[in-house]
């Protein structure tokens, strides 16, 4: 199960409810954690690329991270076909 509203999306954005979310850092990987439902977005770094990501459509997408500074940029790509970003395809999106 997966959480509602934007919390949810290929853009993780602040809603009235379930906005509460715990950001945790380890080697190689930032997690996001989301309140309800307990969804956890995995960002790996860019450095940990797998060449076998593209092939696994991730309902949230597949992140990877990478730091400019200490700023997080995340580029999410490989998201299910089923999902939609505003009502449109997210084939071949990717959100950075």
Not at 38 to 53: C, E, G, K, L, P
Request: proline share 4%; with cysteine.
């Amino acid at each position: 199960m997966l959480a509602f509203g934007n919390s949810f999306g290929p853009v993780m954005s602040p809603v009235v409810y379930n906005s509460q979310m715990q950001i945790v850092q380890s080697p190689g990987f930032v997690y996001i954690m989301v309140e309800l439902m307990h969804d956890t977005r995995i960002i790996r770094a860019a450095s940990s690329r797998d060449v076998t990501a593209a092939s696994l459509d991730k309902c949230m997408g597949d992140s990877i991270g990478r730091w400019e500074g200490d700023t997080l940029i995340v580029e999410t790509k490989h998201y299910n076909p089923l999902q939609t970003y505003r009502d449109a395809t997210t084939e071949n999106l990717t959100v950075i």
